[in-house]
């Protein structure tokens, strides 16, 4: 069915579209095949179908063929596989020693690419998955045997180096290691892993071998600077995609609104999104919907099953998300790409490669945060010849709601590259410290990541690691350091059954607390469930299945203080300052909303223990006596507050979640009002600095989004934040413009006063919600 009917079934009147873009389709070049593939490997791939090559294939191929690190960065579906793949099937069937590291972010694609693989009858290929669930006998063969072996960062990081000594003939023959998804690794969990890839080449040149790295990314700006960031070495990039597109419509929508007492109000994001998938799945229209949190996309899922009430294809309707046994991951995996069902509603686990061909539509409920991730996710759609549609439902916040009323910026920006920096002191001196462990530093490699010497003499200070006469580093701690790649990781807390001990989903540490307290809703595949106990020792939540009438939403206390100010800039009655903070906070109690409705039934006090966070913030005060005419300054403060956040995803990758903020009429540091945001990450994640660098553009961006919304006195649009503590409570709109209208005003243009630079604590850790590789 071509788009423009599907967009007009979706809405009689399509009164939310704000804009539809079309992507016109793209004719396929081909080429040779390279003449140093063999006629095995060839035939080989023919029986699969694969006859010829697009250019961009062929050139990766033989970069990596004849030796230089190379990625590409084409568009979805446009076969990257066959970029490494024809290296690695090569040196398989010329019968030669060298071995292959497949690497993917996840757990579920490294599975997913054995799986295509293992369906190439290739000569010589000696195929292995080695992840968490692989039993040691497997592991034992997979370390003598195997010449590819698919995996992922964690276990590299976690048990190929520090049993380094089993992966010897391994590591010592290691000809190509394939980074897949490279752009996913960006920010601290991307420094995370340049460091261990570093890890692992600095071993496999001890055992005597020179890998050549070949990586696959999405789109991306300049991804051979990001592949030479993960790496440490000069690297190629082939960024021209020769694969044919059936082209797209791609229509920005915002969800219908409707006055109540004279406030407009929007009609909820993920309902609109339950209701879009519903429709399109009543049509037999494949439609992946993706949605921002695990437990929106239980409830579209279930929303949308329930609005096609007795039609079978109800039950061809299902939700994905990480936090689900492996198992049923897979099974879902299956019935998708085989067609059974129809509707997913899932959230950015499925935005990766595994293969999901034969989609017809995606919804996006909300922006996705990057503009990265908005084409990998709109790029789901449409294999086949048919136009594919993508929509994206604008979420009720300042960023969303720009974004619509912009499509410019989405359509004519260049996708954001994806940054992260490896000499982060916080990361650097964990991988220093395990790096050590392994064979001793030398001063060489040291010299390979800027900062590490002064990181490393601090290590020596620490009594961590000792310099010996001759310059090498060895480790001199007693146990081996605990470094996380993405933090408190996916083996968090278990949910389990009361009754029967059945084990239904997981949960991380950190998002515990807010999710699965006592008495916390909580709902899984379309199930909801009531949280009898959370046993924070044990790491398990004890549940029952239960439909009450009403829903959870949990309560938290912030307390900030300021640990020391690393730059400022004195502007009069504003200062701008970037530095160290330490954050603490409590999820004190509950509060029972009626469904529907969302009146409060009661709140319930919980004790549950603080968490404290160490990280970089930016903060800003202006003296009382600047501004005498704003009655409810803090308000007008908490306003500012709220829509700066909403804001910062356009100047600083990263989205609301990741950061968070704080604002007082008198800060007992500061002793002034003062407005903080900081990294929602342990020694910071770089978003605060960038929101000090850029701080008028920031602020400037934050103060019109506040002014051109429609509202009276501040909505989710502009100025309220779906997880303030305080449930929204004061907020002064007009203030919070007048003061940011003041501290912009204060700008002298001139550069911050450096005070100290970054000081490293070794700690650090970020994820993306649902780009956990399981248990790796
Ligand atoms: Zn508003
Ligand atoms: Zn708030």
Redesign the pocket.
């Known amino acids: 069915m071509p788009s423009d009917q599907l967009i007009s079934a979706l809405s009689a009147d399509t009164e939310g579209m704000r804009h539809l873009r079309r992507v016109p389709p793209r004719r396929s070049a081909h080429t040779d095949w390279p003449e140093w593939v063999p006629e095995e490997v060839r035939r080989a791939l023919a029986d699969n179908g694969i006859v010829q090559l697009w250019p961009h294939q062929a050139e990766a191929a033989t970069r990596a063929y004849e030796g230089g690190d190379v990625v590409v960065a084409t568009g979805t579906a446009s076969g990257k596989s066959l970029a490494y793949l024809l290296p690695v099937l090569t040196e398989a069937a010329n019968g030669s020693e060298g071995r292959s590291l497949y690497l993917a972010p996840t757990k579920a694609l490294a599975a997913d690419q054995a799986r295509a693989v293992g369906e190439f009858d290739a000569p010589g290929l000696i195929p292995a998955i080695v992840d968490g669930d692989t039993p040691y006998e497997h592991r034992r063969w997979a370390q003598r045997f195997a010449n590819l072996v698919f995996s992922n960062p964690d276990l590299v990081h976690h048990s190929i180096l520090p049993r380094h000594r089993f992966w010897r003939s391994f590591l010592s023959n290691l000809k190509y290691v394939v980074v897949d998804e490279c752009h996913i690794y960006r920010g601290v969990f991307g420094a995370h892993v340049a460091l261990t890839l570093r890890r692992l080449l600095r071993l496999a040149e001890h055992y005597g071998s020179s890998p050549t790295v070949i990586a696959a990314s999405a789109t991306a700006a300049d991804p051979a600077a990001s592949l030479s960031t993960l790496t440490g070495r000069p690297a190629a990039q082939v960024t021209v995609d020769a694969s044919p597109s059936p082209g797209a419509s791609i229509a920005l929508w915002e969800p219908e609104t409707y006055e109540i007492e004279g406030e407009p109000q929007k009609a909820s994001t993920l309902s609109e999104t339950a209701r879009m998938l519903a429709q399109l799945t009543r049509r037999g229209i494949r439609t992946l919907a993706f949605v921002p949190s695990r437990r929106g996309a239980e409830i579209v899922a279930a929303e949308a099953r329930s609005r096609l009430g007795a039609d079978p294809k109800a039950d061809r309707i299902a939700a994905y998300r990480a936090g689900y046994l492996r198992e049923h991951r897979r099974d879902l995996e299956a019935d998708l790409r085989e067609g059974r069902l129809l509707g997913v509603a899932t959230t950015n686990a499925l935005e990766l490669g595994i293969d999901v061909t034969g989609l017809d539509a995606v919804i996006l409920c909300g922006y996705p945060g990057r503009l990265a991730s908005f084409w990998q996710q709109v790029g789901r759609a449409g294999r086949g010849e048919t136009e594919a549609l993508a929509i994206m439902l604008a979420k009720d916040d300042p960023l969303d709601t720009y974004l619509v009323h912009h499509p410019e910026a989405i359509f004519d920006k260049p996708v954001e590259a994806s940054v992260c920096d490896p000499s982060n002191p916080y990361v650097l001196a964990g991988h220093l410290c395990l790096a050590a462990e392994e064979l001793p530093l030398r001063e060489s490699d040291l010299d390979k990541i800027p900062g590490s010497r002064e990181v490393a003499e601090q290590l020596c200070e620490q009594k961590l690691l000792r310099r010996r006469p001759g310059g090498r580093y060895y480790w001199v701690g007693s146990e081996r350091p605990e470094v996380t790649l993405r933090g408190s990781g996916p083996m968090g807390v278990d949910i389990a059954e009361t009754s029967t001990g059945r084990l239904i989903g997981t949960v991380d540490a950190a998002a515990s607390h807010r999710l699965v307290h006592r008495g916390a809703l909580y709902l899984h595949q379309g199930e909801s469930y009531v949280v009898d106990e959370l046993d924070l020792d044990d790491g398990i939540a004890l549940v029952h299945a239960a439909k009450p009438p009403w829903t959870t939403s949990a309560q938290e206390i912030t307390h900030l203080e300021i640990l020391s100010t690393r730059e400022h800039r004195e502007m009069g009655e504003v200062t701008m300052c970037l530095g160290e903070v330490e954050v603490t906070s409590a999820v004190i109690s509950y509060q029972r909303r009626r469904i529907p409705g969302g009146e409060v039934i009661d709140t319930q006090a919980l004790d549950l223990p603080p968490q404290t966070l160490k990280t970089v913030a930016v903060w800003w005060t202006v003296a009382p006596e600047a501004m005498p005419g704003i009655s409810d300054l803090p308000g007008a403060l ?1 306003a500012a507050e ?1 829509a700066s956040i909403g804001l910062l995803p356009l100047i600083a990758t990263c989205d609301r979640w990741d950061i968070g903020g704080l604002s007082t009429a008198a800060h007992p540091d500061t002793e002034l009002p003062t407005v903080f945001v900081y990294d929602g990450h342990p020694g910071g994640a770089g978003f605060a600095e960038q929101a000090f660098r850029k701080w008028t553009d920031w602020l400037g961006a934050t103060k019109g989004a506040i002014e051109a919304c429609e509202c009276k006195a501040g909505c989710p649009s502009c100025i309220q ?1 779906p997880k ?3 449930g ?1 409570e004061p907020l002064d709109k007009t203030g919070s413009v007048r003061i940011l209208d003041l501290v912009l005003a204060a700008d002298d243009g001139e550069p911050p006063v450096v005070l100290h630079a970054a000081t490293p604590v070794p700690a650090a850790t970020e994820a993306d919600e649902d780009l956990w590789p399981g248990d790796f």
């Open positions: 908490h709220h934040s303030c503590g305080n929204n």
